[in-house]
């Protein structure tokens, strides 16, 4: 396996386009996180998903977000309408475990978006 | 609520000095997770070390090591005889079984690293 991968590595977009990024988590994992990190930041949560089921979101996450994991494997991760505040670094993860939290996640090199 | 604090925003030192990076964390669940991660230049999040909130026992790990004390609520990593190839920003973490499970970051520390 070679890890969670992300792409697109890079995004530029204009203000007010739609964009949609993917996430392959470590095949065996259940659990799929992304986050969001900007410059000088560590990464902050957006939402999580155990197997298909979207079980938790940050209220980071506007009505212009919407994260899918449709079969419980790849996730999507889809900005409406982007802001200039959405240029970020976009982090997924993923990790196995039935605990709560008690699992270190292994995360994607992440997808950098620029919105102009 | 929970936090995660890493005072220290850089720091700066020549190859072979130890280096100890500093987290401080806060939480009112008696269940919880701390980690360190190291995020490279290249930008991928690295995994280095998970310590169970009832596992106080500091470890060594080749050059890396790790001081839990929930007396003070630090959760300290040291690296012996730092190598340029250790610079980096290093991430305290924390996870805890009433806060769900979303991970919440420290603002990170830099490391610089020179010859």
């Known amino acids: 396996d070679t890890g969670v991968s992300q792409n697109p590595r890079h995004k530029i977009t204009k203000r007010g386009q739609n964009v949609t990024f993917r996430c392959d988590p470590i095949?065996?994992?259940?659990?799929l996180y992304w986050y969001r990190q900007t410059l000088g930041q560590g990464p902050e949560f957006l939402t999580y998903?155990?197997?298909?089921?979207?079980?938790?979101k940050s209220r980071l996450l506007s009505d212009r977000f919407s994260a899918e994991r449709p079969k419980g494997s790849f996730s999507t991760l889809e900005i409406q309408r982007t802001e200039q505040g959405d240029s970020a670094m976009y982090l997924c993860?993923?990790?196995?475990?039935?605990?709560?939290?008690?699992?270190?996640?292994?995360f994607g090199q992440g997808t950098r978006l620029t919105v102009v | 609520a929970q936090k995660v604090t890493q005072a220290q925003t850089e720091i700066s030192v020549v190859e072979k000095e130890d280096v100890t990076l500093d987290c401080v964390y806060e939480?009112?669940?008696?269940?919880?997770?701390l980690f360190w991660y190291k995020q490279p230049p290249s930008g991928e999040l690295v995994f280095l070390i998970r310590?169970?909130?009832?596992?106080?026992q500091n470890e060594i790990s080749g050059r890396y090591s790790w001081n839990f004390q929930k007396s003070t609520s630090s959760f300290n990593f040291t690296i012996t005889a730092s190598q340029v190839v250790d610079s980096a920003v290093y991430f305290c973490a924390l996870t805890t079984r009433a806060g769900g499970f979303k991970t919440i970051f420290g603002a990170g520390t830099r490391l610089f690293v020179k010859a």
């Open positions: 993860a993923s990790s196995s475990g039935t605990g709560g939290g008690d699992t270190e996640a292994f």
């Open positions: 310590r169970n909130s009832f596992d106080e």
């Open positions: 095949s065996e994992h259940n659990r």
């Open positions: 939480t009112r669940d008696t269940t919880y997770y």
């Open positions: 998903f155990q197997n298909e089921a979207q079980l938790e």
